[in-house]
């Protein structure tokens, strides 16, 4: 029995997908996948997948997000606009932004509206939550990950030199894809970006699939600790990896299966 891990990050209406054998890890497949639920099951059936999208949805937003999105803000430190507050589930599913904004300010305290940013991808947010809500046992699969958290982590809880955009976007990927090696990922997959998939969607994917890796170790960091559930039980959980660098785990330190 091969034992798979997976990650996901939204590219441009379709998801950056990245997929690697632990049994193995000279085998693996990045692809660009239609919905989340193609790479779930896939013929690889992932264990476990880390994704670059909110989960659980609070009813009522109070103190500026849910908990799980203070909880990054405040490990990441101020000035760390890229953890949007999530607005509240009503909100979430509008049919329009005009809509999004009038629902999120009432139902939230104190009243706030989604940025045009923070409503462009609200249609992931969407189609990840009706997949739970129809599908909950892939709740035990399925976990929400922040790439500027994991990468983070990943250079020892120091912020990064660059970005991923702007002048020194070419360092700033560079800087990524050493953390990524030296969290033990396989050269070849860092580099197997598929055809239509950015630069940095590829890369936030795979960190995806490094926190995938330790959740299903069992020693991946939670945000908030512990974390919470919505009004449909799915996770209001922000997962980052637990060790800053190091080689590939042996297969023997995961479990036979993944954990609840």
Excluded at 85 to 106: D, F, G, I, N
Excluded at 195 to 209: F, S, T
Aim: with cysteine; glycine share 10%; hydrophobic share 45%.
């Amino acid at each position: 029995m091969t034992r798979w891990i997976g990650g996901l990050d939204g590219c441009r209406g379709a998801w950056a997908g990245v997929l690697l054998d632990l049994d193995d890890p000279t085998r693996y497949r990045t692809a660009r996948f239609a919905r989340v639920a193609d790479l779930l099951d896939a013929p690889e059936a992932p264990l476990s997948v880390g994704i670059d999208i909110p989960i659980g949805l609070d009813s009522h937003v109070t103190g500026g997000g849910r908990a799980a999105d203070r909880a990054a803000r405040a490990y990441l430190g101020r000035g760390r606009a890229s953890v949007f507050p999530v607005p509240a589930r009503a909100a979430v599913h509008a049919q329009t932004y005009a809509e999004a904004k009038t629902l999120s300010r009432a139902h939230s305290t104190p009243p706030f509206a989604p940025s045009i940013q923070c409503w462009n991808i609200l249609g992931y947010v969407r189609e990840v939550d009706a997949l739970l809500r129809a599908r909950p046992e892939l709740m035990m699969r399925l976990h929400e990950v922040h790439p500027e958290i994991a990468f983070h982590s990943l250079n020892s809880g120091q912020a990064l030199t660059a970005g991923k955009k702007g002048p020194a976007r070419q360092d700033g990927l560079a800087e990524r894809r050493a953390l990524l090696a030296a969290a033990g990922l396989p050269a070849g997959l860092i580099a197997a970006r598929p055809a239509g998939i950015g630069a940095d969607d590829h890369l936030d994917a795979l960190a995806g699939l490094v926190v995938a890796r330790d959740i299903l170790a069992g020693c991946a960091i939670p945000l908030p600790d512990p974390p919470g559930r919505d009004a449909a039980g799915l996770p209001i959980v922000i997962w980052m990896p637990a060790r800053a660098a190091g080689p590939p785990l042996a297969p023997d330190d995961f479990p036979a299966k993944a954990k609840s």
